[in-house]
């Protein structure tokens, strides 16, 4: 089993940026894809960017040209960049490997907290 430990989430004024990190524990992540998933109050949990064990990428359309997925394999580490940020990113964010059908694959961790300020 993977455990991860996401941070970085905050209080954030519209066109904001915030970095949230993502630790994880276990060799398998360097040979996995990673995912950042987003779950809104009274949503569904959404897959909102991954990426390849080889670094190719792949964004929700309601992120796309405003968020940038990227890994340290070395540090097992994967970073969601966030700019431009609206009120509807307002989401606990989580990471996770990512399956074939674009769902986690390991038990979640607490998350961490991304709020709209305005």
């Known amino acids: 089993q993977v455990q991860f430990v996401e941070s970085g989430g905050g209080l954030v004024q519209p066109g904001g940026s915030l970095r949230l990190s993502c630790a994880a524990s276990g060799s398998i992540f360097s040979i996995y894809p990673m995912g950042w998933f987003r779950q809104a109050p009274g949503k569904q949990r959404e897959l909102v960017a991954a990426?390849?064990?080889?670094?190719?990428?792949n964004y929700a359309d309601s992120v796309k040209g405003r968020f940038t997925i990227s890994r340290d394999n070395a540090r097992n580490t994967v970073y969601l960049q966030m700019n431009t940020l609206k009120p509807e990113d307002t989401a606990a964010y989580y990471c996770n490997l990512v399956d074939i059908n674009s769902n986690g694959v390991n038990a979640w961790g607490k998350g961490t907290l991304v709020t709209d300020s305005s």
């Open positions: 990426i390849t064990d080889g670094g190719s990428t």
